[in-house]
């Protein structure tokens, strides 16, 4: 199985590592892939460029073998849809199952997406969430796809649901470029070397 973790990075901190751990780990991924969006449809643009969030990523992820960077949204123009790209992630690795990470507030505006029911046809979703979570109120679509068991995931290519919980850090993009607007040290939430990176390129000074 391969993990999919797409989102912004902008830029990538110690929340989004550490969740992209225990999930290889728990399911025994082949291998995980973060991908940055090139535009993000459902959210502002971010405030780095493509570029720069690669780079950042890149940097994050260089001791850390377990956990790959793929940049196929930033190599095509246009809003960056997820099923788009599980579609190509599929001609790559037809032999694999994939498995879709989106955090529990993406769930709440997963009917918003782009065919949004399709990645179901492409993928399983984890939905990850906070520990002691309780998962109620589903809609029948999603019902019919819940799975209480990791091994249901393996036993079939894709159209499973699943939660998943993850040691949770109050971390977010938004906060640490605040305090970076601030002038305070974001420091401990993101790698040594993206914070070099950002005070070198002098990224999210202003708005």
């Keep these: ?6 989102g ?6 110690y929340g989004h590592l550490r969740s992209a751990l225990e ?9 995980l892939l973060l991908i940055p969006s090139a535009q993000p449809p459902h ?5 780095a460029t493509a ?8 940097l ?14 930033l190599a095509h123009d246009g809003p960056s849809y997820m099923v788009d790209t599980l579609a190509s992630l599929s001609e790559d690795y037809p032999q694999e199952s994939l498995l879709l990470f ?3 507030d993406a769930f709440k505006y997963l009917s918003h997406w782009h065919q949004w029911q399709r990645i179901f046809d492409l993928a399983h979703i984890v939905v990850l969430t906070r520990p002691g979570t309780e998962i109620d109120h589903l809609e029948a ?6 799975c209480q068991q990791l091994t249901e995931l393996a036993s079939t290519k894709a159209g499973k649901l699943y939660f998943q919980p993850v040691t949770s850090l109050d971390i977010s993009a938004t906060a640490i470029r605040q305090k970076i607007i601030n002038q305070q040290n974001p420091g401990f939430l993101l790698p040594d070397m993206v914070l070099a990176y950002i005070k070198q390129h002098q990224l999210y000074q202003r708005h």
């Design 23 to 31: 999930v290889k780990e728990v399911f025994g991924l082949t291998k």
């Design 141 to 146: 679509f999603f019902k019919q796809r819940l």
């Design 102 to 104: 989106i955090g529990s």
């Design 43 to 47: 959210r502002t643009q971010p405030e």
């Design 8 to 13: 912004t990075f902008d830029p990538i901190h």
């Design 1 to 6: 199985m391969i993990g999919i973790f797409g």
């Design 51 to 58: 570029t720069q969030r690669l780079q950042m990523l890149e």
């Design 60 to 73: 994050a992820v260089s001791n850390h073998s377990e956990l790959s960077v793929d940049a196929r949204e």
